[in-house]
């Protein structure tokens, strides 16, 4: 994300951040609980030292070589760590290592292979690198509608690992005479699997679920997720949002043609699926329906049927409403407004009672609103993954197209039919006054500004509100 944006976040965070932990104390039950402890040695480690013991466990490669390519995969990790990507000592880890020791026994939980770490990024997406760490996107627990489907995602990533696939693309690489000057970071970090070990690392995950005591069936129905085939789940009915009065969206701007001209684009731009990897370390993957055929053939062939006994999912429901409430705090802490917009009319529309999702609509809403109104929208837009999901392409035109004044008037109205709806929720107030303030004058913004420092004396909002006022 550019450099204006990371610091946007920062202003955000610091600004409007409080709102969240209030609602957050509200929400005790939707609260990732993270685990007070002093082990921190599977986030803190010596690189040199871990790199020569993968070094010895290893073949394929000169020793040189190998440590080049351990050193710099560790590298990037713990920097990614220390930059705060990454959950600590969280109970959505735990959950994620037990998984894994289901999947492969013979993990050794003392001086395991795999070492879990859960991203905070929003876009579904898991995958374990060269050392292997097994990263999953908080994004992925999301959109996932069970856990089976998890574990078929977990065990295929692993199975990259097992089967050495990054080592043997890099032992590829080199010996290509055209990529002989190359940095052995360089092509570590630009390979992309083949099509091959795409469907190697699919036959040897689902061996080891189809062992496990989870349904293996479930993984063609994780693809068609992660893929995008079959995006129903994270749609949203944005006609429906933008219905108003007052406001009439120019639908010419989300027109079958328009939206399919963006999904082509942004695939394009992406480049990458899901399951494909993140950080650019892993690229993408075969066609999603060959690869379901070809599941559906690998479990007909070892004569595998399904267990029995029906997998407990209470533990992995929680954690997914964990995740969609996580994924929307993370989108807006990141200034990812489009996303985070899109996320939390998804997440209102799982729990339509729910006030935190209410509050994130509002202030993604009112963030890109005045990101469009200070025409600095561009480089936040071009920035967003569509994720061939045709909503997010809507949203994307929605806020490209409509003019300044038009989405002004929206978020006015938009917000006072909230306010008048329910005259409690300061929240909405206070972004009321502000998108006065923006759009119809700083007189008609002291009319709310008065209303909430008489309601709310003592609200989050206060100091901001009392300076507006002065």
Not at 56 to 81: C, G, H, P, T, W
Not at 217 to 239: C, Q, W
Request: proline fraction near 2%.
């Amino acid at each position: 994300m550019k450099k204006y944006f990371t610091h946007f976040t920062v202003f955000c965070s610091l600004l409007f951040g409080s709102f969240l932990s209030v609602e957050a104390q509200q929400l005790s039950d939707d609260q990732l609980k993270v685990f007070q402890t002093s082990d921190l040695s599977k986030y803190n480690f010596d690189i040199e030292k871990k790199s020569k013991s993968l070094v010895k466990s290893q073949d394929l490669l000169e020793k040189d070589v190998a440590f080049k390519v351990y050193a710099d995969a560790l590298l990037r990790i713990s920097s990614m760590i220390n930059a705060g990507d990454f959950y600590i000592n969280d109970e959505i880890t735990s959950y994620l290592e037990g998984m894994i020791q289901k999947i492969d026994p013979d993990n050794n939980p003392e001086s395991g292979i795999y070492r879990v770490l859960l991203s905070r990024s929003s876009i579904p997406n898991a995958f374990c690198t060269v050392d292997g760490t097994v990263i999953v996107n908080i994004g992925l627990i999301g959109l996932m509608e069970n856990e089976s489907q998890l574990a078929g995602v977990l065990a295929h990533e692993i199975s990259h690992f097992k089967k050495s696939h990054s080592l043997k693309q890099v032992k590829a690489s080199i010996e290509d005479s055209k990529s002989g000057r190359r940095s052995y970071s360089s092509l570590y970090l630009s390979m992309k699997y083949s099509r091959d070990s795409e469907y190697e690392a699919d036959a040897a995950g689902l061996n080891l679920i189809a062992a496990s005591p989870f349904d293996a069936y479930e993984y063609s129905k994780a693809l068609e997720l992660v893929t995008g085939k079959n995006s129903d789940s994270t749609e949203i009915d944005l006609l429906q949002f933008f219905k108003s009065d007052v406001f009439k969206l120019d639908t010419s701007i989300i027109s079958a043609k328009e939206v399919k001209r963006l999904l082509k684009k942004s695939a394009k731009k992406e480049e990458r699926t899901l399951l494909s990897g993140n950080d650019e370390m892993f690229e993408s993957h075969p066609e999603g329906q060959k690869r379901q055929l070809a599941a559906g053939e690998i479990l007909s062939s070892i004569s595998y049927v399904k267990p029995t006994i029906a997998a407990n999912d209470a533990d992995f429901k929680r954690f997914q409403r964990l995740a969609r409430f996580e994924m929307v705090k993370n989108d807006y802490y990141r200034a990812d407004y489009l996303q985070g917009l899109h996320n939390a009319l998804r997440l209102s529309d799982l729990y339509p009672t729910n006030a935190f999702a209410k509050n994130m609509i509002v202030s993604n809403l009112y963030w890109l609103c005045n990101l469009k109104s200070a025409g600095v929208i561009d480089d936040l837009l071009d920035e967003t993954e569509i994720r061939n999901i045709k909503s997010m392409a809507q949203l994307k035109l929605i806020f490209q197209e409509t003019p300044n004044d038009e989405l002004g008037k929206f978020l006015f109205t938009y917000l006072k039919k909230l306010w008048e709806a329910d005259n409690s929720n300061e929240t909405v107030l206070y972004y009321l006054a502000s998108a006065a303030d923006i759009h119809l004058g700083k007189e008609t913004a002291k009319i709310h500004y008065k209303n909430y420092s008489s309601k709310f004396p003592s609200g989050i909002y206060i100091t901001s509100v009392n300076e507006k006022l002065q």
